[in-house]
């Protein structure tokens, strides 16, 4: 199966939310093992929005030395890496089937950048145990783990939205802006904060650009949001999964569950088979 890495050419494009919210879902939905990780220096978002239900599964999770990029680099120097080795090192989100691995402590980015190579050992060992990886890499192209990681995807989900500026960069028939790895990694766009009554929806991008590529979209949700700010983003999809189409947040609940069948799909996973009944948890 594989790794996906969650990127935007430039930040506040709601990577970090996008990746929890088809995450959580997977993390539900489909009977497969799932691991979680934001490869990035000084930022805890992801981590942070999964706060409740680490607290929930996890004793003594705040500031534990013992999990995370800094404790499994610790065990690589010590060449003590075996296959299950990642996994006994990460935080429980949904029980055999979605685990989060803490991001670095280092205080100093040259730090972080340094162990580009211990980072690339430690996914690498992770998907020796886990049918997907899902990663928040850090947007833009300064650095040497963006480009690492996005060229040892096996696919990569880019995250735009609905502003023009920034659909033309990725339009842009010289690619600018785009990250090399684009040009060898497959890849689909992904419309956050998408609002479906906008001049510039899907349809429209599509025959703007002559675009035949695969968009998928992460609507715009206040009570999602909510969610994220109190740690709880689990909590959104537990109570909302099996929400009717004249729910609130029918729609949104929809196009995340869209964006993970296709993005399994995509990595080699038959959605069909490890799909698990709704209402089964």
């Known amino acids: 199966m594989g790794q996906v890495s969650f990127w935007g050419m430039q930040h506040g494009l709601g990577v970090t939310s996008s990746t929890a919210a088809i995450a959580a879902l997977i993390g539900m939905e489909y009977q497969i093992r799932t691991l979680i990780s934001q490869p990035q220096w000084s930022d805890r978002t992801l981590e942070r929005s999964f706060h409740k239900a680490i607290n929930q599964y996890n004793r003594h999770s705040e500031h534990d030395s013992g999990s995370g990029l800094d404790a499994l680099e610790r065990?690589?120097?010590?060449?003590?890496?075996?296959?299950?080795?990642?996994?006994?090192?990460?935080?429980?989100?949904?029980?055999?089937?979605?685990?989060?691995?803490?991001?670095?402590?280092?205080?100093?980015?040259?730090?972080?950048?340094?162990?580009?190579?211990?980072?690339?050992?430690?996914?690498?060992r992770a998907s020796q145990y886990y049918d997907a990886i899902l990663l928040d890499v850090h947007s833009g192209n300064n650095s040497v783990i963006i480009d690492n990681t996005l060229g040892k995807s096996d696919l990569i989900v880019v995250c735009v939205n609905q502003n023009i500026t920034l659909l033309e960069k990725y339009f842009d028939e010289n690619k600018e802006s785009w990250n090399m790895a684009l040009n060898e990694v497959p890849h689909v766009l992904l419309i956050n904060q998408y609002d479906p009554n906008s001049k510039y929806k899907v349809r429209n991008i599509m025959k703007k650009y002559n675009y035949k590529g695969k968009i998928i979209t992460i609507p715009y949700n206040t009570e999602f949001k909510d969610h994220i700010n109190d740690g709880d983003v689990k909590g959104y999809f537990s109570k909302n999964r099996n929400v009717t189409k004249h729910h609130d947040n029918y729609y949104f609940i929809k196009e995340v569950r869209r964006a993970a069948e296709m993005i399994l799909t995509e990595i080699g996973v038959n959605t069909h088979i490890k799909s698990i009944e709704r209402g089964a948890i």
């Open 75 to 124: 065990v690589i120097k010590s060449n003590k890496m075996e296959r299950d080795t990642v996994k006994n090192y990460t935080l429980m989100l949904e029980r055999e089937r979605l685990d989060l691995l803490r991001g670095t402590d280092k205080k100093e980015k040259f730090q972080f950048e340094n162990s580009n190579e211990v980072i690339e050992v430690i996914y690498q």
